[in-house]
Nanobody, 120 residues
Framework: QVQLVESGGGLVQAGGSLRLSCTAS????????MGWYRQAPGKQRELVAS???????NYADSVKGRFTISRDNAKNTLYLQMNSLKPEDTAVYFC??????????????WGQGTQVTVSS
């Protein structure tokens, strides 16, 4: 089993920045991809960014150039640096981890979610 604990959400004005963190514990050796999903009210959960164990990174078109995913292997922590935030970025952000090399919507492990609210 893998446990994921997120932190770093909050309220920010448009144009501001936030950094989300996700610390993994447990059987992390089984994880081959991690990333961030988000879900806004009334919308489907969507992939924001992902990174594989080999370092391959993928971003949603809507966040390219504004968000950066990174990891600190020594701390077992995944980050999402979010800059130039827009009101449409408002959502609950979930950290996810998968045994497969491509992060799936049906990922094996999920964090509890952290709220990000961007005011206009």
């Amino acid at each position: 089993q893998v446990q994921l604990v997120e932190s770093g959400g909050g309220l920010v004005q448009a144009g501001g920045s936030l950094r989300l963190s996700c610390t993994a514990s447990g059987s992390i050796f089984s994880i081959n991809s991690m990333g961030w999903y988000r879900q806004a009210p009334g919308k489907q959960r969507e992939l924001v960014a992902s990174i594989t164990v080999g370092g391959n990174i993928n971003y949603a078109d809507s966040v390219k150039g504004r968000f950066t995913i990174s990891r600190d292997n020594a701390k077992n922590t995944l980050y999402l640096q979010m800059n130039s935030l827009k009101p449409e970025d408002t959502a609950v952000y979930f950290c996810a981890a998968d045994k497969t090399y491509r992060l799936r919507i049906a990922a094996d492990y999920w964090g509890q979610g952290t709220q990000v609210t961007v005011s206009s």
